[in-house]
Every structure is written in C-alpha cells, then in structure tokens.
C-alpha cells in the first residue's frame, strides 16, 4: 500500500529562517489544535491546499540542494504517515529534518506508545522537534524559531543539537504585489517591517 498524500499550503525550496543553515520548508494545511493568536489561521481548515504524494515531496526536497527539510504548517502530526514518508525519505539521503508541533512532546510520545505507528515513525524520521502549543502570553523574544516560552526543543538524534541562529524575518513580494513572510517576530515588529509594503499579504509563520 503506497504512503497517502499529504496536503500541503506552501513549499518554499530554500529559506534561512525556519531552522538552521539553509533549509527546504513544506507548510500543511490543516490544523486541529488551532492555538490562540497563531500566525497562520489561514492553515486550521482542511480544506484547500494541494495533495502531494511524499515521492514527490522527497524528489522536489532533494532537487532544492539544500541542507535539510522544516515540516510545520498547519499541524504535520495530523498528517503524520505521508509526512512520515518524506521525513524518512529526506534522512536516508543524509539530510536532516526539524519539525514543529502544537502537540507537547510527551503527548506525541503517549500516542506512539498507545500504538500510533504513524506518529513513532514521524518522531523517529525527526532530529528536532519543536513542540508545544503558540501561548500569546509567553511570548519568546529570545530563542530561534520557537514562538513562545513553553515551546520545547526536543533533540531526537544528535545531528541539531548544537547549532544556533538568530531569529530571522524573510519577506518575499512578487511581481504582482502580494506579499508572503515567514519566519519568527513579535507582531509589533512585524507591523512595522509591513507598513511600507502593500496591503495584500499573506502571513506563513512557525507556529
């Protein structure tokens, strides 16, 4: 039986704001946990996106020559057996891969113990996770990538645990006017890097 597809909202084939070095990002769209005051509302539904098969996922991952893949959206662990699929995928051509959940670390570990194969073959295709749901009350103004304070990094191999990079903000504006962020800042400071750019923007950010 083939690996189901997984629906994606954005690929982004290099950045360097979403992980260490320079990386390939896949956004999924749809979102069960919908945390408070998240950057991206536009990924709770289920709808819309595009469904893509994990082969593909893992052939374009490759073909962008970067150092590795950042899974976030959206909520990868809702999706977790095609982003299995191109996790693994992605770590057997020596690539590294970083994930990020609204799910607390010991939840997704509840759940691969209860029997959840999918989600033990996520976490175990995984070198860092970030888990834990966005709290607007806490904030991160310190840490890269996290988006508030209660969010853990949670090292499952070796391969990130010893990088550091500051927090970075890229910003993409087409030939049409429309405008995409991603990356991590506090919304004042979102606002005031926006004010000059037109109004027509979309907002792609780790939870």
């Known amino acids: ?46 709808r819309g996106g595009a469904l893509t098969s994990p082969d593909a996922l893992v052939a374009r991952v490759l073909a962008a020559g970067t150092s590795g893949v950042t899974l976030l959206g959206g909520e990868p662990f809702d999706q977790p057996a095609g982003l299995a699929a191109v996790a693994s995928g992605v770590r057997e051509a020596g690539l590294t891969v970083m994930t990020f959940s609204g799910y607390d670390h010991a939840v997704l570990r509840q759940r691969s113990s209860d029997g959840d194969r999918a989600v033990a073959a996520l976490l175990d295709a995984t070198d860092l996770l970030v888990a834990g749901p966005f709290r607007e009350d806490l904030l991160d103004h310190d840490r890269p990538w996290a988006g508030s304070t209660n969010q853990e990094f949670v090292h499952l191999t070796d391969r990130l645990r010893d990088v550091t990079a500051p927090d970075r903000v890229e910003v993409t504006v087409t030939a049409s006017g429309a405008v995409a962020v991603n990356g991590w800042a506090d919304p004042d400071t979102l606002d005031a890097l926006l004010a000059d750019l037109p109004h027509r923007r979309s907002r792609y950010q780790a939870l």
Not at 28 to 37: L, N, T
Not at 38 to 46: A, E, G, K, Q
């Open 1 to 46: 039986m083939s690996d189901p597809p997984v629906r994606i909202a954005r690929f982004l084939e290099r950045t360097t704001a979403e992980g260490p070095g320079e990386r390939t990002a896949i956004w999924v769209q749809g979102c069960s946990i919908r945390c408070p005051g998240c950057f991206n509302p536009h990924l709770f539904s289920s």
